[in-house]
């Protein structure tokens, strides 16, 4: 049976897009096995890293990255279950990956840790996320970008996006007055991760911390009337004092999407929310146009692979990950990183 002529055109680019991809990988390993039998540093200053499918040139601050030969995998990593925020964001955002999520949960909260041991624990993950394909990964923590994010892209072997640059950047967008209200925890406050990479863009901030609208999160509380008054006494202490102008609200704890509806309705109506989970999921994409190449019709999956990793009990990950991440976790993986 003949092949319809816009099928057959189709089939056609789809082949030479391969070709060409099959022609850039071949050119990077011959160019790597060049300068390893030299000892020299490409004239670029990048590192060739050729792997799990994947041909780029990385250096750790940008991103030069040519198509891959089959679907990429993100590594997502998170101290425990805010992080899935922001993988729901990039399923929606970038279906055509796959996803691998790991979740330190035995080792929460790394808000009363130093910024060594955040550093040595977020990179552990990360190499273990590496050694499970991940070509990409996100720091989908606030407190580990905030405290660590250079460690962790000098330990890593792969590109690294963290949360806080991705929400300080939207921000930027948004913001018409350049006053910006930014909530998260007590360490990504402390840090003052936020006031910085929003200064940098001309943007003053006033950063408030909010313990008590994780656990509350936690528990499920997304619409109680406590979590309702909590909110509504932080956010007027936040936007008091020179900062009623405001006109940006900037959610720097991945916990906050899930009452991102509540929040909404105690902030005054003329701020704008910023969700540094759809943000990062945003930059992610931007990050990812040359890996991603067009599949054959046969080779098309639906839906992405997901592969969840946790350090604790992997039936609390499942039941508390659901809220998340807005659907069923069928398998988790327990982890256990040797101190």
């Known amino acids: 049976m003949p092949v319809p002529k816009n099928r057959a055109c189709r089939l056609q680019q789809v082949r030479r897009q391969r070709l060409k991809a099959r022609l850039i990988h071949k050119k990077f390993a011959v160019g790597l096995k060049a300068y390893r039998d030299t000892n020299l540093t490409p004239p670029c200053g990048n590192i060739f890293v050729i792997g799990s499918g994947v041909s780029h040139c990385y250096d750790r601050d940008a991103f030069c990255l040519p198509m891959t030969l089959r679907r990429p995998t993100i590594g997502v990593f998170d101290s425990g279950f805010g992080g899935l925020t922001v993988l729901k964001a990039l399923l929606e955002l970038i279906p055509e990956a796959d996803y691998a999520y790991f979740g330190d949960t035995a080792r929460l909260p790394y808000g009363s840790k130093s910024v060594e041991t955040v550093a040595r624990y977020a990179v552990e993950a990360a190499h273990y996320l590496e050694g499970n394909g991940a070509a990409l990964l996100v720091i989908a923590c606030n407190t580990a970008t905030a405290l660590a994010l250079d460690q962790i892209k000098a330990g890593a072997h792969v590109p690294v996006v963290g949360v806080v640059e991705p929400g300080a950047e939207a921000a930027a967008s948004v913001s018409k007055n350049k006053k910006v209200v930014v909530v998260g925890t007590e360490a990504t406050v402390s840090s003052h991760a936020y006031r910085k990479a929003l200064a940098l863009r001309g943007l003053e901030a006033r950063e408030k911390a909010c313990p008590l609208l994780v656990p509350l999160v936690e528990e499920g509380w997304t619409e109680h009337p406590v979590t309702e008054r909590v909110a509504d006494i932080y956010l007027r202490e936040a936007f008091d004092d020179g900062f009623h102008e405001a006109d940006t609200l900037v959610l720097g704890c991945t916990h906050y ?54 350090t604790d009990s992997v039936e609390k990950f499942r039941k508390l990950g659901e809220r998340f991440l807005g659907h069923p976790i069928e398998e988790v993986e327990h982890v256990d990183l040797k101190e």
């Open 257 to 310: 999407p899930l009452i991102k509806p509540l929040l909404r309705r105690m902030a005054p109506p003329h701020v704008s929310i910023v969700d540094s989970a759809e943000s990062t999921a945003r930059a992610v994409s931007g990050h990812l146009q040359n890996l991603l190449v067009p599949a054959l019709d046969e080779e098309r999956r639906g839906r992405p692979r997901l592969k969840f990793f946790a």
